[in-house]
């Protein structure tokens, strides 16, 4: 390895611990939301892996957001207004068996094949 590649290598790690963390920290969330319903505030997050299938979500903001890989939302339940305005999918969303007690509010003109 060149003095050059060091610190490209050292980014590649930090990016995948950090990818590590956003992961660990959206499972636990899944797990909270599979008991009650809780308001999201998710605006310009980055979101990998992102699955709350099964869940009861309260109010969700998705300002902004960036979902990596295919977000799922199958047979979710949503309490409140959903907005997904400037939402960044990499793919499309799964939403089988999604409900929706409000009408969910989106704008997504930005979608990355």
């Not at 003095?3 to 992961?23: A, D, F, M």
Request: aromatic share 10%; charged share 20%; with cysteine.
């Amino acid at each position: 390895m060149t003095l050059s590649e060091r610190p490209r290598l050292l980014l590649l790690g930090r990016q995948h611990e950090e990818w590590q963390v956003r992961i660990t920290v959206q499972h636990l969330l899944a797990n909270l939301l599979r008991d009650q319903p809780y308001d999201l505030d998710l605006r310009g997050a980055t979101l990998i892996e992102f699955d709350l299938t099964g869940c009861a979500i309260g109010k969700a903001l998705f300002h902004d957001a960036q979902f990596i890989s295919t977000p799922k939302f199958m047979d979710a339940t949503f309490h409140d207004e959903v907005w997904f305005f400037d939402t960044s999918f990499g793919i499309v969303a799964r939403m089988e068996g999604a409900t929706f007690r409000v009408p969910a509010l989106a704008a997504c003109p930005t979608s990355t094949p």
